[in-house]
């Protein structure tokens, strides 16, 4: 098990954005987090990432508690995260946008960076390399010279992707990452994903409302509303679940969701 958590709560004020959240992550598994709009998806994702200490609760990650860290320290120990609108350095390079993410795991001295000593340009020299294969990975090297903001809505996409495997994370949260596709993008968007879990050994939670996409690649489903857990398991069965359709359209359906 690479995530657990355990009554994770987290209130503003009276209002309580999520509630006693218990769920559990296996290593290299793809798991779609779902819900309608508001109900707590992305508090979840801030509170995995520290951006938001739980009220109550707790959540461990490889077996450490890490409910106290900083959003900083979660990413040196394995967690990475994309957002629901793009948030690249559009006016750098494709090239420069990787390396931002790499900067933390490279090693020299602040007199060796300030005077470009030898052990300076070998860590910068490893690391556009390192960053020069992520994007043949994900077929972006081409572009590498480009403006970040130039690339189609759906390349970028694959950029913050990239740019958050730069950081060599064991559990990455893609939050809606299909939010804005057209059709094709989002076929491309599904092969990305496939992608990933052939090239690395990584876990994903994916938050995302296209159900063809989460029906395409998630291997099990959780499912929130106002906060709380409300069914989890088998996509299919997940998404025919009675109090599922009651969540998204209000009321019971003879029609399936998917």
Same mark, same amino acid.
């Given at each position: 098990?690479?995530?657990?958590?355990?009554?994770l709560?987290?209130?503003?004020?009276?209002?309580? /954005?999520? @509630?006693? =959240?218990?769920i559990?992550?296996?290593?290299?598994?793809?798991?779609?987090?779902? !819900?309608?709009?508001?109900? +707590?998806k992305?508090?979840?994702?801030?509170?995995?990432?520290?951006?938001?200490?739980?009220?109550?609760?707790?959540?461990t990650?490889?077996?450490e508690?890490?409910?106290?860290?900083?959003?900083?320290?979660?990413?040196?120990?394995?967690?990475?995260?994309t957002?629901?609108?793009?948030?690249?350095?559009?006016?750098?390079s494709?090239?420069?946008?990787?390396?931002?993410?790499?900067?933390?795991?490279?090693?020299?001295?602040?007199?060796?960076?300030?005077?470009?000593?030898p052990?300076?340009?070998?860590?910068?020299?490893?690391?556009?390399?390192? /960053?020069? @294969?992520? =994007?043949?990975?994900?077929?972006?090297?081409e572009?590498?010279?480009?403006?970040? !903001?130039?690339?189609?809505? +759906?390349?970028?996409r694959?950029?913050?992707?990239?740019?958050?495997?730069?950081?060599?994370p064991?559990l990455?949260?893609?939050?809606?990452?299909?939010?804005?596709?057209n059709?094709?993008?989002?076929?491309?968007?599904?092969e990305?994903?496939?992608l990933?879990?052939?090239?690395?050994?990584?876990?994903?939670?994916?938050?995302?409302h296209?159900?063809?996409?989460?029906l395409?690649?998630?291997?099990?489903?959780?499912?929130?509303?106002?906060g709380?857990?409300?069914?989890?398991?088998?996509?299919?069965?997940?998404?025919?679940?009675?109090?599922?359709?009651?969540?998204? =359209?209000?009321?019971?359906?003879?029609d399936?969701?998917?």
């Amino acid at each position: 098990m690479i995530l657990s958590t355990e009554n994770l709560t987290l209130s503003f004020g009276g209002l309580v /954005a999520v @509630e006693d =959240l218990s769920i559990q992550i296996d290593e290299n598994e793809l798991v779609g987090l779902i !819900g309608p709009n508001g109900a +707590g998806k992305t508090t979840v994702f801030n509170l995995l990432t520290g951006v938001y200490p739980p009220t109550s609760g707790s959540f461990t990650f490889l077996n450490e508690k890490i409910e106290k860290k900083n959003t900083y320290q979660l990413v040196r120990q394995g967690i990475a995260r994309t957002f629901q609108n793009i948030r690249l350095f559009k006016n750098m390079s494709i090239l420069n946008n990787v390396l931002s993410a790499l900067n933390f795991n490279m090693h020299y001295s602040i007199g060796g960076g300030m005077f470009r000593l030898p052990s300076y340009w070998r860590e910068e020299k490893k690391a556009v390399e390192e /960053a020069l @294969e992520l =994007l043949k990975i994900f077929q972006l090297d081409e572009y590498a010279s480009w403006a970040a !903001g130039a690339l189609p809505y +759906g390349k970028q996409r694959k950029l913050e992707i990239a740019r958050a495997m730069a950081t060599n994370p064991k559990l990455l949260l893609l939050d809606e990452p299909a939010a804005g596709m057209n059709p094709i993008e989002t076929e491309e968007l599904m092969e990305t994903i496939e992608l990933l879990r052939k090239q690395f050994p990584i876990s994903i939670l994916l938050i995302e409302h296209d159900m063809k996409l989460v029906l395409g690649v998630c291997e099990r489903l959780f499912v929130m509303d106002h906060g709380r857990l409300i069914a989890q398991g088998n996509p299919k069965e997940v998404v025919n679940h009675p109090q599922v359709i009651r969540a998204y =359209l209000g009321e019971e359906e003879e029609d399936d969701l998917c």
